[in-house]
């Protein structure tokens, strides 16, 4: 029997969010003023176990964070939105990851001080969990050196219990973008398009998500305001994006894998599951933060609703 539908593999830390600022950022000790600055639950992995368990799904996260004041901020702000933290360790000897956004204009620059991302390793991740787990989820690949080496086997492992598997990779800091067999072991890869075509290496998104659908996953595209589209089995499925008063963009896309995965365990028609992505990250971008703002069932069912999506 399944003890969760979903378990996440991954970053989780506090997110210092600042901005949106009015020039570019100046060093030489100058002081620079933002009209707005938030601290909040950040990480990948942790914004999705969090958007994940806020729609009703059975959350648990594996990995890392130190024996410090935001190690134990993010546990209680994990722990507050109903995700199970028993597989989260605490390294006794290493600070708990620690980022900075800076807003402006739309965009965002991110200053990650990595802490426990570097000494997470495949062993933080509880064999039974992978076992009961209807669906593995592992996000920021790049910045999780020795988890990424033995990642392809957990999720193999998590398909040999019957799991289905997600990877988000997020952004390269290095700018390698090698997956190595990764996709391999992937059912769902969830790319925004900026980070499609560089794990693709073709400079067209929708050539991309072909080239990577190709090496077998079904690959699903976060392409903002625009939406959502896929590629799978050399079809196309697009998805229009929802209006919204963006405030904040932080964790959007984090949101729309949690959406898009509730989506997938409910069974949904797949154009129906990437509707809840962007319906999820739509409502992510109205609330400072990964978090704030981020959607119930029953908002992502009266979305369904209103535009005349059948939801079962």
């Known amino acids: 029997m399944h003890r969760f539908d979903l378990l996440v593999v991954g970053d989780a830390n506090p997110d210092v969010i600042i901005g949106p600022l009015r020039t570019d950022l100046a060093f030489g000790q100058r002081e620079q003023l933002a009209p707005f600055g938030t601290l909040a639950l ?3 992995g942790a914004i999705t176990a969090a958007g994940a368990a806020r729609l009703g799904l059975k959350v648990a996260i594996a990995g890392r964070v130190g024996d410090d004041e935001s190690g134990r901020f993010v ?3 994990l722990e507050d939105r109903g995700v199970d933290t028993s597989a989260l360790r605490t390294d006794p000897d290493v600070a708990t990851p620690l980022t900075t956004v ?4 739309g965009d965002r620059a991110i200053v990650t001080a990595a802490g426990t991302l570097a000494t997470t390793t495949a062993a933080d991740v509880p064999p039974e969990l992978l076992e009961t787990s209807r669906h ?3 996000s920021s690949y790049f910045l999780l050196p020795a988890l990424a080496a033995g990642l392809p086997g957990l999720l193999r492992t998590a398909r040999a219990h019957g799991a289905t598997t997600s990877v988000d990779t997020n952004d390269d800091p290095a700018g390698t973008w090698d997956v190595g067999d990764l996709l391999r072991e992937t059912d769902f890869l969830l790319p925004n398009a900026a980070e499609a075509v560089r794990l693709a290496g073709v400079p067209d998104v929708r050539q991309a998500a072909a080239v990577l659908a190709a090496r077998g996953p079904a690959v699903v595209v976060k392409d903002g305001a625009e939406g959502a589209f896929s590629c799978h089995g050399g079809e196309f499925t697009f998805v229009s994006g929802v209006p919204a008063d963006a405030v904040d963009t932080v964790g959007a896309g984090d949101s729309f894998n949690a959406g898009f995965l509730a989506g997938v365990l409910a ?5 129906t599951a990437l509707r809840c992505g962007v319906v999820c990250g739509g409502f992510s971008v109205r609330a400072r933060g990964g978090t704030a703002g981020q959607a119930t069932w029953d908002d992502v069912l009266v979305h369904l609703e ?3 999506s059948d939801p079962a």
């Open 42 to 44: 950040g990480g990948s």
């Open 102 to 105: 800076l807003t402006r204009d």
């Open 267 to 271: 069974r949904l028609p797949f154009a």
């Open 306 to 308: 209103r535009i005349g």
């Open 75 to 77: 546990r209680a702000a």
């Open 136 to 138: 593995v989820h592992s």
